[in-house]
């Protein structure tokens, strides 16, 4: 017997709806239709509307907050698709929530972001697409592929032409160097390290400024602001280091909790970059620039589809 081509399809949970349009329309793909409400008592309930059979479907939900609403609820897709004879799964999960609890701190603690991998397989997903997931060892906890893209080149041609000359890019700890690294490879600029204490989940300490920054605009980069507290940290640092500004800040994920927007006005930087991976509220903001990661996230798709390689969606 022949094989049938298998259609790809995008199906949208509730976490970010715009984003998973504006994937659709670059891929000039329809959205599976799909109803989800939640019962009186809070939980999901979940219809897909048309047939997923053979599909190749490609379930577009960041974890963002709140996390474990769409955490269930991607679950609840992956399950409806999975039971309706879906013929692969894909969760794109641009923002990967718990991805920060990716070890034990202490004793009698969970490794919550390995539990979230274990439930996103265990409903049947065959893959995961996700962005600048926070620590690299998280692919070790699936047993089946994922994919971290990277915002980085995305963010740095947005900044590109609004950088001054010996503008310093500056980690925020030990583990954003990589990162910064990358985008000091693609702005040609120098990279600066902080070393960083975390006092408490919203508290944090800078204890020393590896590298110059007298007299230099500087580039803070990290892949999330939650509370903001890392970033106005870093900005105080800097700053009693003798940087001048602006001083500009790139993340790829602004969770921009409650209060973090007022943080960072009051720390006084002049422009902060983050992308659509999660949804952004703030509407009036003129220091705010969102970059959309639709395209590289329909790239990402129209390659899988093509049973295509994402190496080169690093370049
Ligand atoms: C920490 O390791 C992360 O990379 C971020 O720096 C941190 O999670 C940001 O959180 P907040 O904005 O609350 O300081």
Same mark, same amino acid.
């Given at each position: 017997m022949e094989g049938r081509a298998i259609k790809p399809a995008i199906l949208a949970g509730t976490a970010h709806p715009a984003l998973a349009a504006a994937i659709a329309q670059a891929l000039d793909l329809p959205l599976s239709a799909c109803r989800i409400e939640r019962f009186p008592d809070g939980e999901v309930a979940i219809e897909l509307r048309e047939p997923v059979r053979r599909k190749d479907m490609f379930i577009v939900q960041p974890t963002a907050p709140p996390v474990n609403e769409h955490l269930v609820e991607l679950l609840a897709l992956v399950d409806a698709c999975r039971r309706a004879a879906a013929g692969r799964i894909t969760a794109i999960v641009p923002y990967f929530g718990y991805?920060?609890?990716?070890?034990?701190?202490?004793?009698?603690?969970?490794?919550t972001a390995s539990m979230v991998a274990v439930l996103l397989q265990a409903v049947g997903v065959d893959q995961v697409v996700t962005v600048d997931?926070?620590?690299? +060892?998280?692919?070790?906890?699936?047993h089946i592929p994922v994919d971290s893209l990277t915002a980085v080149p995305v963010l740095a041609a947005a900044l590109h032409d609004y950088l001054p000359p010996g503008t310093a890019i500056v980690s925020?700890?030990?583990?954003?160097v990589r990162m910064a690294s990358e985008y000091a490879h693609r702005l040609d600029a120098p990279v600066v390290v902080l070393h960083k204490q975390r006092i408490s989940g919203t508290e944090t300490h800078i204890t020393h400024v590896v590298g110059d920054v007298r007299d230099r605009p500087c580039l803070i980069i990290d892949d999330m602001i939650s509370t903001g507290g890392t970033i106005v940290e870093a900005v105080t640092a800097l700053r009693s280091a003798g940087a001048r500004p602006p001083i500009i800040v790139a993340a790829t994920?602004?969770?921009?909790?409650?209060g973090a927007q007022e943080k960072l006005v009051a720390a006084g930087i002049d422009a902060l970059y983050v992308t659509d991976s999660i949804p952004i509220a703030? +509407?009036?903001?003129? +220091?705010l620039h969102v970059v959309s990661i639709a395209p590289l996230l329909a790239q990402a798709i129209q390659r899988l589809i093509g049973d295509g390689s994402l190496s080169e969606l690093w370049r």
């Open positions: 991805a920060r609890s990716d070890k034990r701190a202490g004793h009698r603690e969970p490794i997931l926070h620590a690299a +060892q998280i692919e070790g906890f699936f925020p700890d030990a583990g954003r994920h602004g969770l921009l909790l409650p703030i +509407q009036s903001w003129p +220091q």
